[in-house]
């Protein structure tokens, strides 16, 4: 909750924009933190310290520096994590694991059900997601902020792979943030998304990016290669 806090106040967003070290002074004045509240503010940072999202350091006679360590670099910049903290945060998301030791005593589901998310909410996360426009939207940031970080990552180290490919289908791929590194990395492919009607919503793409409404246990539209991002959340949603 300290994380979501600092994620939501813009904590690391204003250390990085100082040049990655701040004051406490500063940080509370750039995230418009109630000056009666700036000694709250430094025991959330100095929690945080703790379990590594930031460093401190001292410079001058009672100055503290927080900075940004490495595991929190990747909550700032172009591309970053932040959007997964409100979902793994959520109401919904955390209100599944009070559920626990139910699920524990319960008969096992099929699989693919019985899932912590669906005991407590009797519907999947996908499902909850067409009901409810707020859990979709953290439900497909998360998941945006998650898939373009990841392909930046394979691109820049395995990005052959996709050399020789006329056209690919990512399936499931949301509001296409993942695709979208690969359709500008290699503009020859014609990159289609494809997922549920209500997660593509009106978007229908641009140059080599297409989208598709539809549903992948029923068909896939042809293409070279299909890309499938598959996760595997134990007992919460599998």
């Known amino acids: 909750m300290s994380l979501k806090c600092a994620v939501d106040l813009g904590i690391p967003d204003a250390i990085h924009r100082r040049g990655g070290r701040a004051t406490i002074d500063d940080i509370a004045t750039d995230t418009n933190v109630h000056p009666a509240k700036v000694a709250d503010l430094q025991r959330l940072l100095d929690l945080l310290a703790d379990t590594g999202i930031f460093s401190t350091s001292t410079a001058g006679e009672d100055c503290v520096m927080y900075a940004l360590t490495t595991t929190c670099r990747f909550l700032v910049g172009r591309h970053n994590l932040s959007p997964m903290v409100p979902f793994l945060l959520n109401p919904l998301v955390v209100s599944s694991f009070f559920s626990m030791p139910d699920w524990f005593r319960s008969q096992p589901a099929p699989a693919g059900t019985g899932s912590l998310f ?65 359709a500008t990395t290699f503009p020859r492919i014609k990159c289609t998304v494809m997922d549920l009607p209500h997660v593509i919503g009106q978007d229908a ?21 299909v890309v499938l991002k598959a996760h595997k959340h134990l007992l919460l949603e599998e």
């Open 118 to 182: 669906e005991l407590a909410h009797g519907c999947s996360q996908w499902e909850m997601g067409s009901k409810d426009s707020t859990f979709n939207g953290v439900l497909n940031g998360s998941m945006d902020a998650d898939s373009q970080l990841f392909l930046e990552v394979i691109i820049m180290d395995k990005g052959r792979i996709f050399r020789g490919l006329g056209s690919l289908v990512d399936v499931g791929g949301g509001k296409g943030a993942g695709t979208k590194v690969i």
């Open 205 to 225: 793409g641009h140059e080599n990016l297409h989208f598709v409404a539809g549903d992948m246990f029923e068909s896939i539209p042809s293409a070279d290669a």
